[in-house]
Structure formats: C-alpha cells, structure tokens
C-alpha cells in the first residue's frame, strides 16, 4: 500500500492525528511500538483533567475550545461520554502562581467563574481543609476526560476511515530528504511523503538533540469511608497549592467505575529523571506517601487505603510549553513532543494541527509560540 503519512506513535496525538488524516481521505500508517491502545503510554489512568483557565499562554486557550468541540464530537461518534463537565476549583495563597494565574487567564478570555474566600470554600466545598490564607477560583467550564476510552475511540475511528495501524512495531531507523520519507521498523520498511514523530516518552530513542527530558510520575486512587460526599455531582476537579514545585490535582468519583476505583489524586511536578525503556513501572515504596500526602494534609474525608497506583511518564521540555514544528533540517518531518504532563486535554485538536502540517505545510491554529525556534533551534534551509 503506498502511503502519504506515516505517524511514528499512537498514543494520544497519534492517534488523533491518524484519525485526522484518514477522515480527510489521507493514505495513513500508523507504528505503536506496544499495544494499541498501549497502557504504557502516558494517556493511562482513566482520566485526565480539562480546563479552559490556562495562565500558562493565552494561545492556547483557542487551542482548547476547538478541543472542547472536538472531545464532544468524538463522543457523539462512538456513542460515549468522554468530557464530563464537573467544573475545577484552584485552591491557594492569592498571591500564589495557581490562584492568580487561573484568575488572570478567566478574566483575560473571560471565563465564567466564581472567587472564594477560605470561610466560603469551607462552607461550599466542606471535604476540604484548607489553610485561612487559601483563596478559591471555581471555573464552570472544566471538568475531565475519559482518557482510556478516548484514545481507543480514536483509534477505532482511525480504523473506520482506513487508517494501517500497526502495533508491536517499533520505529528503528528512519531517514528523509526531499522526495519523501522511509522509515525501518521491526518488521519491515515503509515509504512516505510526510513523517510525523508523536512518540512521546520514547521520544530520545527516535530523535536526537531535543531539549526534553523523560521523568516517573505516579497517581494512585484512595477508598476512603465514604465515597459519596466526592460524587460529582457535588464535587470537581480540582487542584490545590504545594508548597514546593507543583500542585496536587484530583478528580470526583465516578460511581460506575469509569474514572477509577475510588479516589483519584497525584502530584503535577516533574518526578525522578528515567527513560521510557528504564522507567520503574512497578510502585515504589515513596509512592504511596507521594498521593496520600494530599489527602492527609487537604481532604482528610478522602483518605482511605490506596487500592491503586499507575506510573505515567511525563516528556518535558524546559519551559514547560509544547514542541510542535517542523524539523529542524528535514522539511518532510513534523514533530509533536514535549507536553510536560499537561498536553493529553489538546489531543482532539491538535491531531487537526498536526494533519495540516503534514498535508499543507501550515495550519490556522496558533501554534507559533510552540516553535522550536525559541531554543534556538534554527531551520536549516
């Protein structure tokens, strides 16, 4: 079969972006060097959350309303649910990164939300245990997404559209230059006009020269006495100040199991450097306290035994902000790698920015302020 894109990876992006081209009638393959969809990617773990108040650029708050429409739209099609709007309460000093940063961004898009003094998010929100120099900011508009089913959902319709997925073929070797692409896996070498690498952790073992890093993160879910007063229906995402790098974030429970088997809790901060074939999967004995500390310290009512832990692997770059660009020397090969543990909630949308750099060579989406220029990485002509 003659291909016009080969997508190296297909995790999130992946297989958005496979999903993508094979809808516009692209000839696709796609190469998963595990499963498909593979739990060692960094989708796993059920949920991940979705918010609209991001301080971290103003660019990517028109990135995130066409993902918005696009997790409603792959709903639709595979006939499931996948963005549940709980709303996502910041909690913090008001002169901390997280409350005012969430502030500045819902007023600058203006965002539908709601500021709560520490007395008023104890009465609102009493599973909480909050220090009296906490302040709140609670956005309508955010919620999770069933990761898991979301990925499988796209791959399915990937499949539906003609999308070639292969999985348990590594990429080996690849090469480009200006009449197309080839790429050598362990099963064979395919042919190409375009080569878009979404590998993720395993990022480093394809590409040399990225400034990204691999680091081992952990999440785990509590079964505390009672699960009710955590149902979303009368609790968010939300995500809570720590006093070091970082915040903790967790989501409501899900009574029919979608979201996990209790309650869901990690800690955002960039862990131990490791390398997607040397990560410890497995827990550690410092897990464990890692996402029950949380618990301990700001939702007493939420503690419980830890019935589950799951390792992820975050892919950071320095500034914490995306790489999607072109490479730096072949035209014929598109990149997206680097989301530092915050890109999964882009995927639907960024599979259509990914598609209209490998077909047109450009896209509409605002997408320069995740150049690789701004490490100095020039294009060589």
Request: hydrophobic share 40%; glycine share 10%.
């Amino acid at each position: 079969m003659a291909y016009e894109v080969i997508v190296a990876g297909v995790g999130s992006m992946g297989a958005a972006t496979c999903r993508e081209l094979a809808a516009r009638g692209v000839p696709v393959l796609g190469l998963e060097q595990g499963a498909l969809p593979n739990p060692m990617a960094s989708f796993a773990g059920r949920t991940r959350a979705i918010r609209l108040s991001y301080s971290e650029h103003p660019d990517y708050v028109p990135l995130l309303r066409g993902a918005y429409a696009r997790w409603e739209t792959l709903g639709q099609e595979c006939g499931q649910q996948l963005l549940h709007l709980t709303g996502a309460l910041y909690m913090g000093p008001e002169t901390g990164e997280l409350f005012s940063g969430a502030l500045a961004s819902a007023q600058t898009h203006e965002l539908a939300h709601t500021r709560f003094t520490a007395a008023e998010l104890q009465r609102e929100w009493p599973q909480f245990n909050l220090p009296e120099n906490f302040v709140g900011l609670h956005e309508t508009q955010a919620g999770y997404v069933l990761s898991e089913a979301a990925v499988l959902a796209m791959i399915e319709s990937a499949q539906r559209h003609g999308a070639d997925l292969r999985s348990h073929e590594p990429v080996l070797d690849w090469h480009a230059n200006a009449q197309g692409v080839t790429v050598r896996t362990s099963k064979g070498e395919y042919a190409a006009s375009h080569l878009i690498f979404t590998t993720g952790a395993w990022t480093p073992e394809v590409l040399c020269d990225l400034p990204i890093t691999v680091t081992r993160q952990v999440l785990g879910w509590t079964q505390p006495p009672d699960l009710r007063p955590f149902i979303a229906d009368q609790f968010p995402v939300w995500v809570i100040d720590h006093d070091g790098p970082g915040f903790y974030y967790g989501f409501p429970h899900t009574p029919d199991g979608s979201g996990g088997p209790g309650l869901k809790a990690a800690l955002h901060c960039p862990g131990a450097l490791t390398t997607a074939a040397a990560a410890q999967r497995e827990p550690l004995p410092a897990d464990a306290d890692e996402i029950r500390a949380v618990f301990a310290r700001h939702l007493p009512a939420g503690d419980g035994p830890l019935i589950e832990q799951r390792t992820c692997l975050y892919t950071n770059t320095s500034d914490g902000h995306f790489i999607v660009d072109r490479h730096p020397v072949h035209d014929r090969v598109t990149l997206a790698c680097g989301f530092s543990g915050h890109g999964f909630k882009f995927a639907s949308v960024m599979g259509e920015v990914l598609a209209d750099l490998a077909t047109d060579g450009k896209t509409d989406w605002p997408i320069d302020f995740l150049r690789l220029s701004r490490f100095g990485h020039s294009r060589k002509s």
